[in-house]
Each structure stands twice: as C-alpha cells, then as structure tokens.
C-alpha cells in the first residue's frame, strides 16, 4: 500500500497560530501499510510572501525537524508542505497538504502602544467582582487584507468584533503561575472587520486571576486585586498599511449583565440588564453613559503564547432523565459525571429567576453538596421576558452529573432535551489512543479513566472539578503522567505546566516543587513544603514527556528542574535518603487509612519517599544518558547505589521490607531494590500479602502505578488480572459496578450502603487511580514505546483473567499503531499495524518469541503451552 503524509504540524502546537517559535521544528505523521517502508530523505516546501522555497534533506528523521529556513518575524505567517522518500526500491510520498504557521509577537516592543487598562471604578476587594464590559469604536476607511487580535486578560474574557464572537476558546487566557508567565491568545479576525465603522469589546471576569482560590475558604486577589483587560488588534490593508487598536486610555467600560461569575460558586447572569448593551461592541453604539478607564501596570508574569491547547466546548450532552426528588425537588441525570456547565433555551415571565445547582452523585435522591465543601456551584438566570434565550455561563465550570433546576417557566418552557444541554469543557487536546476488550466492567472503567481525564485537564492537571480546590496537584499528575500520554497528545499541555513548575521551584532558591502549581497563595509554601512522589514531578514528568514523544530539545529544557530538585531541592540527612522530619503524603489514601487521615497509610511515609528517591535518580541518571552526559550520569548511577545501600539499611531486614504491604514490596521490585538472590522471595511474598488480601487493592497514590508491573516483572502477571477484575470495595470495578462514569478519589467515595465516604476529601472525579490504564495499555491493549517518541513500538500483549480478546490503537508521532488480539481455546491469533518510519518488535505471550519488524500489517499465532 502506498506511504502518504496525513498532517504536517509544528512543535507541539495543534493550531500554530501566534507560536513563540522564530524556527519551529515541522513534524509529519504517515498513512499507509507500506512494508518495511523507511524514509532515506525528505523534501520541505516553504511558501514566504508568495515566494516558494524547497529544501532537500537526506535523514530518516520525521519528527520535530529543524527549520531550514531563515527564522520568522514577529507575525509572519509561512505556510509548508513536505514530501519523504524512502529507501532504494521505495516508495516516495506525494506532497503533503499545506499546513500554516503563524508567529506571535515575539519581542516586547511588537506590542507598542499597548497598556493594561481596567473600569474607572471602584473594585470589589473583599468579595466577588462584578465582570467587566470593555469596548472601542474605530473606522478602517480601506480594503483590509488581513487582521489578527492579540488578546489576555486580568481575569479571564471573551472578546467580540461588531457583534461577533472572536474564536471558540473559554476561559482564556487558562490558568499559568501569572507572576512569572502571561498567556495571550492570537486569533485571525479578518472576516469579522469591514471597511467603514467597527467596533470591539471584551468581556473579563475575575477568573483564577483574582477570584477565591484553595480550599478551607481560600484567599482572593492572589495575582491582582482588579479586573483588566490587555489588546493589540492588526490590522493589515490591501496597500500594506497597518493601522494597530491598542488598549488605552481611549477605551471605555461598564457593568452589564453578567452580575457575578466565579471558578467555585459559579455564575449570575440578569438579562433583563441585556438592553443597555444592544449592539455595545459594534462600532455605532452609543457610549456617552460608560465609564472611563484607567491603565494598569503592566503584568508581573512575561506576556507569552502557549504551548498548549485552550480551553473549548467539546461536545455535549442531554439529559437521560428528569425526574422529581424525595424533596419534590426537579433533578437532572445526564449520565456522565463530567466537567463543564448547562445551556438553555427558554422563554419565561421577565424577572423569572432559575438556579442551577450541580453535584457529582445523589444521596437519599437528593444533590449530594457536602463533597462541594465550600464551592456553591451555582448559576443563575434571570430572564428578560422577550422571548426565546439561549444562555450558558461563560467564565466558571462545574463537576457534575446531576443538576437540580429550580424555577423552570414550565407553562412556556418545557424541561426536555431541547431546553437544557450539558456542555463539556476541557484542554482541546488531540485524542491518541483508544482500548478495548471482551471485558465489559473493564472496558466501562477505561470509559471512566478517559472521562476524568477530560474533566480535569482544564489548562491545568487538576485534582477535581467541583469541590473549593481543583489545583495543580503535582503528585497527581506525575502517577497519571504515562496514561495520558497514551490517551491525548499532551505534549504542548505538559510543556506549559513545567514551565510553571520550574519558575515555581526557582522562586525562592529552595528549589522545592510545591504540592501543587500554579501555588496558591502566589510564594507560599502552601503550609506543608515540599514531599516526594508529589515534588518528584520534577523528574518523573519529563521523563514521561520524553518517552511519549521523543523531543530531546523539551528534554533539555526540563533538564534544570530535574536537577535542581535532585541535587538541591530534596531535604536530606546525613546518607542522602530524606530527611526524617520532612512531611509526607507517602501512599496517600491507602485504602486502610481512616476517612478523616488519608495519609494515615500502612506503608511508612519516608518508606515511600525514599524509595521513589532512588528511582527519580535512576531515572535522572537515564535522562543525562539521553541528553549525552554521560559523566553526569554516572555520578547519579552511583548515587543511585548508594542509596539502595542505605535504603536496605532503613527499611530492610534479611531481604525483608519491615512493611509487609502491597505498596512496599510493589516498590521494592518495580524499583529494583532487591538483591538478584531476593527477588524470587520477594515475589512470593508480594503474592501471599495479595492473596490475603483476597486480591483486593492495598495501594494508595504511590504504590497503584508500579503494582502491575511489580507483578508482571516476577510473572505473576495473572494476579494483577484477578486484583484488577474485582468487584468488591477496595477495586477499580467496585466504582463500575456503583454506577460510577468517572474514576474515584477515594477506593470507596461512595460506600456500600449508598451514601457518600463521611470523609472531607471525597471527589467522585479524581484521576490517580486511573493510573492502572497504563498497565491496561501496555500488558491488555499490549502497546508501548520500545524507544522514546514510539520510533520503535514495543507489542507485547499478555492475556489473563477471563479475557478473550482486546483491541488497541495508538495515534503515535509517525502514525497508527494497532494491536488486535483474540483467544480460543488454545489458540492466540494477533493482528498489529506499524506505522511507516518505524520497527516494532512483536513478543507472543505463549512461545515468548520476540521478532522485529518493520512497517505494515502483520498476522501472528501463538498456542498456549
């Protein structure tokens, strides 16, 4: 079958448009089935102002290439194709589709005359702010050829050109550590203007800039104590004349209709207050009644683009039920826990008030709101009366599953899918990979990993959602690290989040990695400093940046961090393990730990710590090995040894962990802190704890990513199959069998008996146990990347516990990787595609026969002995 070019792309941006990159490197993804096919050379067209160039390389490299070109201006827009050829006898591509690359502005001066500006009123220091309308009118007498906007805010906005919106992004700029880095987004907004008179407008609410963050009631003003708004509109004519709209003091505001919008509590809109703004940003309205501005100093954080994807709607959901509860009360079940808020569509009396309130699960068939802890998680509608409207909140989100409706204009509107809309909101990322098996609770957990990863990949790894917190926790996201990477292209979304984490770490020269980034408050220590597994982030996040997808330029760049929290940032005695008085999380919400202490576990806190220490600079020592230093590397390799030495001094005693748990011995091996000579043992005993256990689950956040494959090391692969196809409570199929659609902060957030676990901490949306998919991925769906970037697959499915079959697909940096297996009886039959430009090796679960091979579709049986 032939070899083509599927897409063309730019670092990691999915749309490179307003990029930072003068050079970006140009990576292309193939199609076809091609055997064996290996690209020898390729060819990159580069159109610049008409004029085309084309460059002639002799490499197999496809992925992040460099720029051949000169490097790009502030704003210039380039567009590229790209052709590969294979080896003698091979194959070459056609020419790829054209792909566009715009930069952003690149230097601080591109932003000219530009200056912050917010409401000449007084703010609202000690409570919600009321969000601000921003407008300018302006005339363009020519023909303009083409326009770009350049836009943030001290808050988080939605802009509008004559009425229109601008882009399809919510909650923009996202959430970054403001202090150190400011995003602004770039939109093309050329079909927008006219010639002749025009108008634009922003709306900014207070946002994660300066509305109530953290739980326990949170602090407020965190980056800055008032609503602003930062714009540089572009505009290019037919005769090449620029003529640029700053913000300045030119600009005027006002208050409208949106009342009061906040991340937790939620958002009041009354839209009887909607005739006063009739038309505000088109370039005729009257403004003589709004309010000057005033200027701003300008942000404390490097205005910048991001990395990574903003924040959209990506898909909706009706209702599956509206029913009544106990308390007459009128509920919605949309069936999918999810992140996101309601749209409506309805008429009713002016002044009819309807309020939204959101909640995660039901308890005695009422909202379940103790989990929410503080948040309010409330919208309200005020109707105007004219008519059919179509609302939503645009500057908060909720968790959720079921809505509680309360003053629906039922004799105008009836309550039905047409009227209310769930609407999802998350980081639009690409997806990547896909599994599935004969398995159906297993194939429904998988659902729910996908799910809470959506519901908390909103411009930052949150914890969860819903409830007063929904941050950046570090631990959380370096567990989970390896099955997103699986599932969406996080690349760009992981590059942005370390930049916080490193500016975070250099804030105060500890090099500590705060438990979670952005920290809130901005330059605290959050009141607990600094733990491991949490802080280890620092390592263990690029080295799964790196082994997804291969970007040694990323690699270096996280490379500081890395070191920085190994070799300064990590609080020592005097052999190198972690200081003894430090806090730890350690095996956070081990199952046996009580509801009101989750870190209470029953593996020793500093066990942990000390263990994932020598594993971090294992792993530090792999990184130095990628980035070819080599001396470096050897010096963490005997760090490295030494520290197992003191390691088995502390927590071993004749080959034994003075822990007799899951996590201990799932450490010990997985991390190879065992004796050649111990391991068999220590297999055994990892097997006797499980099986007393019933093959239930002993692990918290720390001991879950490293059990399967503790097992599977000692091939004991079949007892992680019996753990993981549990029902009973503590298992990732006891939240299935619950009626769970996201995966759990707790093994047991809702309990047998139906009501919610009495502890504070209970989300129903929590990723880090989701970590097992990794496992899933690898052993079930069989698919791995045996070097890093996938340029060489691993394809190595085990089957187990009552499966029969399963299928994988993996979108990777060259192309579509699959794995379909099947067994009957005896007998394993596996299908598996390769993408062109890489080898795979293909190892049978029966015969254990590893053969590589390159490109193509391939058909293989094995018989179980």
Not at 14 to 37: D, Q, T, Y
Not at 535 to 545: L, S
Not at 753 to 780: K, L, R
Not at 823 to 849: C, H, M, Q
Request: proline share 6%; hydrophobic share 35%.
């Amino acid at each position: 079958m032939a070899v083509s070019i599927s897409q063309v792309s730019f670092e990691h941006h999915r749309l490179a448009l307003g990029i930072a990159e003068s050079k970006p490197r140009i990576s292309w993804r193939f199609e076809g089935l091609a055997a064996n096919w290996t690209q020898a050379s390729y060819e990159l067209e580069i159109l610049r102002n008409g004029v085309p160039q084309i460059y002639s390389v002799k490499s197999s490299d496809s992925i992040l290439v460099p720029w051949p070109d000169v490097a790009l201006q502030t704003a210039e827009k380039a567009t590229v194709r790209a052709r590969a050829h294979g080896k003698v006898n091979q194959s070459s591509t056609p020419w790829s589709d054209w792909a566009p690359v715009e930069t952003g502005l690149l230097n601080e001066t591109d932003w000219g005359n530009t200056l912050p500006i917010a409401a000449d009123r007084e703010t609202e220091l000690n409570g919600p702010k009321r969000p601000i309308y921003f407008r300018k009118s302006f005339t363009v007498d020519k023909e303009i050829e083409s326009a770009r906007l350049y836009i943030t805010a001290l808050g988080v906005f939605e802009a509008e050109i004559n009425g229109q919106r601008v882009g399809d992004h919510v909650m923009s700029p996202g959430w970054q550590s403001y202090n150190y880095r400011h995003a602004y987004d770039t939109y093309d907004v050329t079909d927008l203007l006219q010639q002749g008179q025009n108008g634009i407008g922003a709306t900014v609410a207070e946002g994660w800039f300066s509305g109530v963050l953290s739980f326990g009631g949170g602090s407020r003003n965190n980056y800055g104590d008032t609503i602003g708004l930062i714009s540089l509109l572009v505009i290019t004519l037919q005769d090449g004349t620029r003529i640029e709209i700053p913000t300045d003091a030119t600009w005027q505001a006002n208050i409208g209709p949106t009342v009061a919008s906040e991340i937790y509590n939620g958002e009041t809109y009354d839209s009887r207050l909607e005739a006063g703004l009739q038309g505000w940003s088109s370039g005729a309205f009257d403004a003589s009644d709004w309010l000057a501005v005033k200027t701003l100093p300008s942000p404390k954080g490097k205005l910048t683009t991001p990395d990574g994807p903003p924040v959209k709607r990506t898909e909706e959901l009706k209702p599956q039920r509206i029913f009544k509860s106990p308390l007459n009360k009128t509920l919605i079940d949309f069936g999918q826990n999810l992140a996101g808020r309601l749209r409506l569509s309805v008429a009713g009396p002016s002044g009819t008030n309807i309020t939204l309130h959101h909640a995660e699960v039901l308890e005695n068939g009422e909202l379940a709101l103790r989990p929410l802890r503080l948040a309010k998680a409330t919208d309200t509608l005020i109707l105007h009366g004219n008519g059919t409207q179509i609302w939503e909140p645009r500057f908060t989100t909720h968790g959720f599953r079921y809505a509680q409706v309360d003053g629906w204009p039922e004799e105008s509107t009836p309550l039905n899918g047409d009227s209310i809309t769930a609407v999802v909101v998350h980081s639009d990322m690409e997806r990547t990979g896909w599994f599935e098996c004969s398995h159906d609770l297993l194939n429904k957990f998988h659902h729910n990993v996908l799910w809470s990863m959506k519901g908390n990949f909103i411009s930052i790894p949150t914890d969860c959602p819903q409830r007063d917190e929904r941050l950046g926790w570090t631990g959380d996201a370096h567990m989970f690290g390896p099955t997103a990477d699986y599932l969406y292209g996080t690349a760009g979304f992981w590059r942005d989040w370390h930049r916080d984490v490193w500016s975070e770490m250099q804030r105060n020269g500890t090099m500590h990695v705060p438990p979670f980034v952005p920290t809130i408050p901005p330059g605290s220590d959050t009141g607990q400093g600094t733990a491991a597994v949490w802080g280890d982030v620092a390592v263990g996040g690029p080295y799964n940046i790196y082994q997804a997808y291969g970007d040694l330029e990323m690699l270096e760049e996280q490379y500081s961090q890395a070191r920085a929290w190994i070799d300064v940032g990590i609080p020592r005695e005097e052999t190198g393990l972690w200081d003894r008085d430090t806090f730890q999380y350690g095996d956070w919400l081990d199952p046996k730990a009580p509801a009101d202490k989750p870190g209470d576990a029953t593996t020793a806190t500093h066990l942990v710590a000390d263990a994932y220490l020598i594993r971090m600079t294992e792993l530090l020592a792999n990184i130095s090995i990628a980035l070819g230093r080599h001396d470096v590397a050897e010096t963490y390799n005997q760090q490295r040894s030494n520290l197992i030495d003191e390691f088995r001094k502390a927590w071993m005693t004749n080959g034994s962990m003075v822990n007799q748990t899951q996590t201990a011995y799932a450490l010990g091996l997985d991390f190879d802190l065992f004796k050649i000579e111990e391991r068999a043992t220590a297999g055994e005993t990892l097997r006797e704890i499980i099986a007393a256990n019933g093959y239930l689950v002993g692990t918290g956040f720390a001991g879950t990513p490293p059990l399967g494959f503790a097992l599977a090391k000692i091939d004991a692969t079949e007892d992680f199959y019996r753990m993981l196809l549990q029902t009973k409570v503590p298992s990732w199929l006891y939240q299935v069998v619950q009626n769970a659609t996201t995966t759990w902060e707790r093994w047991d957030s809702l309990l047998l008996n139906g009501t919610v676990n009495p502890g504070e901490m209970t989300s129903f949306n929590h990723y880090a146990f989701g970590s097992v998919a990794d496992w899933i991925h690898q052993v079930i769906g069989g698919l791995a990347p045996a070097q890093p970037g996938w340029k060489k697959i691993k394809i190595a499915p085990v089957p187990g516990g009552n499966i029969t079959s399963a299928n994988s697909r993996f979108i990777s940096p060259y192309g579509e990787v699959s794995a379909k297996w099947q067994l009957e009886g005896s007998d394993f039959d596996l299908e598996v595609t390769v993408p062109p430009n890489t080898r795979a090796e293909i190892t049978l679960p029966y015969g254990k026969v590893t053969r590589e091979v390159g490109s193509g579709h391939y058909e293989f049986h094995d018989t179980m002995q």
